[in-house]
């Protein structure tokens, strides 16, 4: 059966509805339930024709250093011939409802629910929703670091249904990352990835490591220990970790908790603030 992914559809709470929520934002760690992706947290962006977008991190102190992830929402006929404006940043594709029309490099793409695609600096791609249905997808930003000798990434289409996980070791089959871009290749330095955990498994120990991380829960529910607190999260919740917050979960079924990941990876630490 193929996964399924959530996707934000807006709207607002009934005004007899409580306004507590799991919200959280601290020097370590920020949850953004899903509940906060309303109609009146959407922003715009120019020359993107019937879209709009949930801006769920940026680039802020105290906040996401490296890298801003949107939740795209482009209806029946809209779309961008001038996507990215930005010539430093490379780009990173998940489609999580309806379709995607995609051309780069002289080639046209479908992305179906499930597709990938890695873009890299100057890719000059555009992206349209040329079926009769609602397109969301997740747009992941970085400014490239490149390095003397190290050629600029390629560009990679897919779909994470093509992709084996990777089994954790010592994980019984419990734990598993899909790898969209092969973690020996040094040219790219930033991953994103699809981490799956069985209901019940675990992570079970404090993770403290240098990547900054953002989470966007695709399916399932777990407890997740972020620094100090246990927080509860869902499909539709997302979490940024600044680098070295400790961090485990518990998986709490029924079915896999899910979620797309990314992470800075593979350069020297800039040394000087």
């Not at 929402?73 to 409802?97: C, I, K, N, Y």
């Not at 003397?148 to 598993?176: F, R």
């Not at 955990?197 to 675990?202: D, I």
Request: charged share 20%; aromatic share 12%; glycine share 10%.
């Amino acid at each position: 059966m193929p996964p399924k992914y959530y996707a934000p559809h807006g709207g607002h709470p009934g005004q007899e509805q409580l306004l507590t929520d799991r919200a959280v934002f601290t020097q370590a760690y920020a949850v953004l339930p899903k509940g906060t992706m309303r109609d009146i947290t959407t922003s715009f962006l120019p020359f993107w024709d019937k879209t709009r977008l949930w801006v769920i991190a940026r680039p802020l102190t105290g906040f996401a250093e490296t890298f801003s992830q949107y939740i795209m929402e482009v209806a029946p006929g809209g779309g961008s011939d001038h996507a990215e404006t930005d010539p430093s940043a490379q780009g990173v594709l998940f489609v999580v409802e309806g379709t995607a029309t995609l051309r780069v490099n002289g080639q046209t793409h479908t992305l179906t629910e499930g597709g990938y695609a890695y873009l890299p600096p100057r890719s000059g791609w555009t992206l349209h929703n040329t079926s009769d249905e609602m397109l969301r997808f997740h747009w992941i930003r970085k400014a490239y670091v490149a390095v003397d000798g190290l050629d600029q990434p390629d560009v990679i289409v897919t779909n994470e249904q093509d992709i084996a996980p990777t089994i954790m070791p010592d994980t019984e089959g419990k734990w598993g990352t899909t790898r969209f871009v092969d973690p020996s290749d040094m040219r790219h330095d930033m991953h994103v990835t699809i981490v799956t955990f069985q209901p019940g498994a675990v992570i079970p120990f404090l993770e403290t490591h240098v990547m900054e991380h953002g989470l966007y829960v695709l399916e399932g529910k777990a407890a997740y220990r972020l620094n100090t607190d246990w927080v509860e999260v869902e499909a539709g919740d997302y979490m940024w970790l600044r680098a070295f917050c400790p961090q485990a979960c518990y998986a709490g079924g029924p079915g896999p908790f899910r979620y797309l990941l990314y992470k800075d990876v593979n350069r020297h630490m800039p040394l000087g603030l």
